[in-house]
């Protein structure tokens, strides 16, 4: 790799611009692929706790109210985590955040789609679209960091 005359220095220099590209190369992660709208560290990591619910986006409905409760969590990793009224089944889930459509997978098949309608500071409101092969569904939920 290196000649005879210049060893020490030579190799140094190449051995070190070697590791700086290595180092490049693995530090590109998942982030570079974040095509979602929306800051992913605003999204991630955190409990989403519904504070209200409405069937059709227009007439509201306190959780508090209803006696129901529900959360949703997208980690870091791809994964995705609910709890309460609208909860996953308790399989491991994933996710994909795109424009303003976050989709939920079970294995590759996907189970239910939360698109963005509004993101006003700690208050995101989503629409929640499930579907299956014998049935569509949507509601529309506000939730609170």
Same mark, same amino acid.
């Given at each position: 790799m290196c000649r005879q005359d210049k060893t020490a220095n030579c190799c140094m220099k190449k051995w070190l611009l070697l590791?700086?590209? !290595? !180092? +490049?190369?693995? $530090?590109? !992660?998942?982030?570079d692929e974040w095509t979602f709208n929306y800051p992913k560290e605003e999204l991630c990591n955190v409990w989403w706790?519904? +504070?209200?619910? $409405?069937?059709?986006?227009?007439?509201?409905? $306190?959780?508090?109210?209803?006696g129901e409760s529900h959360s949703i969590r997208f980690w870091n990793n791809g994964s995705f985590s609910s709890t309460g009224m609208f909860s996953a089944s308790s399989s491991e889930h994933t996710y994909k955040a795109s424009g303003d459509k976050i989709i939920v997978y079970m294995g590759d098949y996907p189970v239910r789609t939360y698109t963005v309608q509004s993101w006003v500071g700690n208050i995101l409101e989503l629409k929640m679209s499930v579907?299956?092969?014998n049935d569509y569904a949507e509601a529309f939920i506000r939730f609170e960091k």
């Open positions: 590791f700086v590209m !290595t !180092t +490049v190369l693995i $530090s590109c !992660t998942k982030d706790d519904a +504070v209200e619910y $409405s069937p059709n986006g227009t007439a509201w409905i $306190s959780m508090y109210d209803m579907e299956s092969p």
